[in-house]
C-alpha cells in the first residue's frame, strides 16, 4: 500500500479507504510508466544515473524528437530532473519525487530491471558508451 503524502489511508467502520488528495495525480503517475518507451527510460536512468539524450537515442533507437517528448512527460509527472551543458541535455531520476513516486521506482528495480529488454538495454548502453564520438559528450 502507498503512503505517505500522496495518500493517507481512513479506517471507517468495517472499510478501509484510500483517501486520495489528488487522483489525477495519481492516475498520470501510473499512465506516465505505462509506455514501454518510458518505462525503458526510467529503468536506463535507474541502473545508470544520469544520461545525456544522445545516449538513450542510441540505445532506444528512436530520433531525438521522440526521446525528448517522452523525457518531457517523465518530467511533467516529476520522475525525472533535467539539466543543460551546453547543447546538450542530461536526465536523471528525480530527487523530489512524492513518496508514490519513490515506491513505484523501488518496484520496478526489483520485479523489471532483470527482464530481457532491460538487460539488452544495459548491454546496448554499455557498448555505445564504448563507441561514444566527441561530438556526444
Same mark, same amino acid.
Given at each position: *500500500? ?7 489511508? =481512513?479506517? +471507517? ?21 505505462? !509506455?514501454?518507451?518510458? &518505462?525503458? =527510460? ?14 538513450? *537515442? ?22 525525472? !530532473? ?6 546538450? *541535455? ?9 513518496? *508514490?513516486?519513490?515506491?513505484? &521506482? !523501488? =518496484? ?5 530491471? +532483470?527482464?530481457?529488454?532491460? &538487460?539488452? !538495454? ?16
Amino acid at each position: *500500500m502507498f503512503t505517505g503524502s500522496c495518500a493517507e489511508v =481512513i479506517l +471507517t467502520g468495517q472499510y478501509l479507504l484510500l483517501y486520495n488528495h489528488n487522483m489525477k495525480h495519481h492516475a498520470q503517475l501510473l499512465k506516465a510508466l505505462s !509506455d514501454p518507451i518510458r &518505462l525503458r =527510460i526510467v529503468l536506463l536512468l535507474q541502473s545508470e544515473g544520469e544520461l545525456c539524450v544522445c545516449d538513450l *537515442m542510441a540505445v532506444l533507437k528512436l530520433p531525438q524528437s521522440t526521446v525528448s517528448r517522452h523525457l518531457a512527460y517523465l518530467k511533467r509527472n516529476c520522475f525525472v !530532473d533535467a539539466r543543460r551543458q551546453g547543447v546538450w *541535455m542530461y536526465y536523471q531520476l528525480s530527487r523530489e519525487s512524492c513518496q *508514490m513516486s519513490r515506491e513505484l &521506482l !523501488d =518496484i520496478l528495480k526489483k520485479n523489471v530491471s +532483470t527482464l530481457p529488454e532491460a &538487460l539488452s !538495454d544495459r548491454k546496448a548502453l554499455a557498448e555505445f558508451a564504448k563507441s561514444k564520438s566527441a561530438s556526444c559528450p
